[in-house]
């Protein structure tokens, strides 16, 4: 569960070198190794010239790409990282796929989608894509839609939110692993109101408490590893609550798991996965269940 290697995919405006620094306190745990990944869409560059596909225009952006890169990466060597570049022209979503098994990454770093609302509709979201196709936790790092200076170390403080998958109890490993970087944890479960099937206050009380009590061994799970961890029990609609937990906490990124590969279809429904990824100002790191 360690990170080791890491794949930066930028298309540069979204997610840019400083995003990279911030994440440079993963060395502490086992980071060594980052591949960078921009992926030249043939697509957009022909929607640009308003016609067919030019490579001129391929071998511009394939340059300005690799000088970005080499600068980049000169500072990475200096840090004592390893270092790996790929340039690539294609779909989005497959090339983000196949650069992270053939490189075997234990995480994918991404910046949000620049696809509007009416385009997802049809096309789907590439983020949520990556997401459902990935055995590998994806960090959706949407630090350029804060307010005020990039935080330091994301990992510093997240906020764990579960809801008893199996995505979610991975994510308590994935901590673990972490333990070098991280210091402390809030952990969340949202109760929706609709699973308030009792209508009296012991009642709802006792939803709250069963709950908790799953929490806290949770948290003691952590406390045993060295990590501080919280517990929370939040009631209403999940996203929401999960947002202003975070910002109640002062959480640096959050955490949930993920539903792992699924069908197409995904995309036209609705999961707290892809809402956190789409909509989430913070940093959302999202666990897939363990294969097999």
Request: charged content about 30%; some cysteine; hydrophobic content about 40%.
């Amino acid at each position: 569960m360690e990170i080791k290697k890491l794949l930066f995919v930028t298309r540069f405006d979204k997610l840019r070198f400083d995003a990279l620094q911030s994440l440079m306190d993963l060395k502490k745990a086992a980071l060594n190794h980052v591949v960078f990944l921009n992926v030249i869409e043939r697509d957009k560059v022909a929607m640009r010239r308003g016609k067919g596909y030019e490579k001129g225009a391929e071998i511009r952006l394939r340059e300005k790409a690799n000088i970005r890169f080499i600068d980049w990466a000169e500072t990475l060597f200096e840090q004592g990282m390893e270092v790996g570049v790929y340039i690539v022209v294609g779909n989005f979503t497959a090339q983000v796929i196949g650069a992270a098994e053939k490189e075997a990454v234990d995480l994918i770093v991404l910046s949000p989608d620049k696809k509007g609302r009416f385009e997802q509709l049809y096309s789907g979201s590439d983020i949520t894509e990556i997401v459902h196709r990935s055995a590998t936790p994806v960090l959706v790092y949407k630090y350029l839609f804060r307010k005020g200076p990039l935080a330091e170390n994301p990992f510093e403080k997240p906020l764990l939110a579960t809801n008893w998958s199996a995505g979610s109890q991975l994510a308590i490993d994935y901590i673990k692993s972490l333990k070098a970087v991280v210091q402390e944890v809030d952990i969340i479960y949202v109760a929706s109101e609709k699973d308030l099937k009792e209508t009296s206050a012991m009642g709802i009380q006792k939803t709250r408490k069963e709950n908790r009590k799953k929490l806290e061994a949770l948290c003691d799970d952590l406390e045993d590893d060295g990590i501080t961890a919280k517990p929370h029990v939040y009631i209403g609609d999940t996203l929401s609550e999960i947002e202003k937990a975070a910002r109640e906490c002062q959480s640096s990124m959050i955490i949930a798991g993920s539903p792992g590969k699924r069908s197409w279809t995904d995309r036209w429904g609705t999961s707290i996965s892809k809402g956190l990824a789409e909509q989430s100002i913070f940093p959302v790191l999202l666990i897939p269940p363990a294969e097999g």
